[in-house]
DNA sequence: TATTAATACCTTGTATAACCTAGTACTGTA
DNA sequence: TACAGTACTAGGTTATACAAGGTATTAATA
């Protein structure tokens, strides 16, 4: 069994979450996003950024804002919109649900 | 956003997982792992866990038995083997490394 | 004995859609 | 001009999960 293509799988549909979840502390730039999601452990490249950001964007749950930088061109900086939040605490809500149901398997409930 | 698509995305690849953790208990058969399954809030039909089956079968996570039943044709027993005990352990650890990025990515650290 | 119902097993084809590779292009700075 | 830091895209790969249909065995009944 190739347990690497089972952990991707795991970790497939999670990348929305996790990102949606750290524009709700504050806004952040693609780069931003990769540094904070490498420091949890979870390594994810421009290609597959870039398009994703942009599919969340037109899903109304992400919007941008401009910002210069000292050192170089500028930034997008992404921030969750109002209904970007309510999709968050369903997602939240789904987790709850998958651990909790792992959870049930385990302890044969 | 369709978070039902969101929610499913999650669920991907959590399946296999949830099927050895069930069958690291005892053997089950088809009808067996709906139900259990059902019981965890997790629906799945057979034209999902019958190739599943076959294909974790083919990995050599698992193996069957052929058990006589009381009404009706006889049933697949499915067993996890010693592979598929060292592969189960893999997933706990990627399972475990899942939940702590995200509880990472929720505490800031 | 034939027929039907119930239970079990299985396969094919398709939708989905996430993710990555491998680039391009623009902007500012040295 | 060269380089580094941004932003972006087209195209391909991959695998899951499901819907729908088919086969085989057993039990019950006419």
Redesign the pocket.
């Known amino acids: 069994m ?1 347990v690497d ?2 952990k ?2 795991m ?6 979450y996790c990102i949606m979840l750290l524009l709700n502390e504050k806004p952040y ?3 931003d996003i990769i540094q904070r999601l490498k420091e949890a452990n979870l ?13 969340l964007k037109n899903d109304g749950v992400l919007s ?1 804002e ?1 910002q ?10 992404y921030v969750l919109t109002d209904e970007g939040r309510e999709a968050l605490s369903q997602m939240d809500a789904a987790w709850n649900e998958l651990e909790s149901t792992i959870h049930m398997i385990k302890l044969r409930v």
Chains 1, 2 share one sequence.
């Open positions: 190739n293509n089972a991707s799988q970790r497939k549909g999670m990348l929305d730039y693609t780069s390594l994810v490249v421009e290609g597959t950024l870039y398009p994703l950001l942009t599919r941008y401009w210069e930088s000292t050192q170089g061109p500028p930034r997008k900086y």
